[in-house]
């Protein structure tokens, strides 16, 4: 069975200062891993996602997260923080085996908050 | 903006009573998915529908249905509502199969309030 884990409920950074959310994961194929971005009374904005290849993965808003087999980890990472970061993000996995065909979890969620 | 859409954006009503949820997906998406976030279980899969066919169920209770039509639009119906069915109620879209690494992308979601 797969499993997503956010082991952090908030993340508090200055802004101009690195963030990094932590995600880990445990699953019995190959994980395709997501990682997407709730603002207040909104849903969710897809940020980036690991499928196969480049470990490091690029997204929007200068996000980028790092697919690490060996630790299960895939942490979103921006180098500059903004106050406009300030917000709910989930990491989400979908295992390739096929006794979880079509069923994503999301982890529970890290509220970001940034301050000027 | 996400090309997805929903409606209504709320919804109040009863216990014991009957809702229907719409969703529009992306010009050109075959998938639609259905979310439930609430407070203790976060967001949980519902279930999933390509091209008019379910494709995967997830968490979804026995009074809740869903389906999708041809024109791809999808409805997502509670029934006998529970105060614990209070939450907010995602659809997303894919091109194709998200579990064949095509990305969701999320509507605004539904807010219902069961007094």
């Known amino acids: 069975a797969q499993s997503v884990a956010q082991p952090e409920d908030q993340v508090n950074v200055a802004e101009g200062n690195p963030l990094t959310v932590k995600c880990t994961y445990s699953v019995s194929g190959n994980p395709y891993l997501f990682w997407y971005v709730q603002y207040p009374n909104r849903g969710l904005q897809f940020l980036l996602k690991y499928i196969t290849g480049d470990n490091l993965v690029k997204g929007s808003y200068g996000f980028e997260a790092e697919f690490n087999k060996s630790q299960t980890s895939f942490h979103l990472k921006k180098p500059s923080a903004l106050v406009s970061d300030s917000a709910l993000y989930f990491c989400a996995v979908r295992d390739e085996g096929t006794d979880s065909w079509g069923k994503f979890q999301f982890g529970a969620g890290t509220q970001v908050v940034v301050t000027p | 903006d996400s090309g997805v859409t929903q409606t209504p954006k709320h919804l109040i009503t009863a216990t014991g009573q009957r809702v229907t949820l719409r969703c529009s997906p992306r010009?050109?998406?075959?998938?639609v998915y259905w979310y439930q976030q609430s407070l203790d279980q976060g967001l949980q899969f519902l279930i999933q529908y390509y091209n008019g066919e379910e494709r995967a169920k997830g968490n979804i209770l026995e009074r809740f249905s869903a389906q999708q039509f041809p024109d791809l639009h999808s409805e997502l119906n509670l029934s006998s509502l529970e105060l614990g069915d209070s939450a907010l109620y995602f659809c997303?879209?894919?091109?194709?199969?998200?579990?064949?690494?095509?990305?969701?992308?999320f509507g605004p979601g539904t807010r219902l309030t069961v007094l």
């Open positions: 010009s050109g998406d075959l998938s």
């Open positions: 997303a879209s894919s091109v194709g199969l998200a579990e064949l690494g095509d990305t969701q992308y």
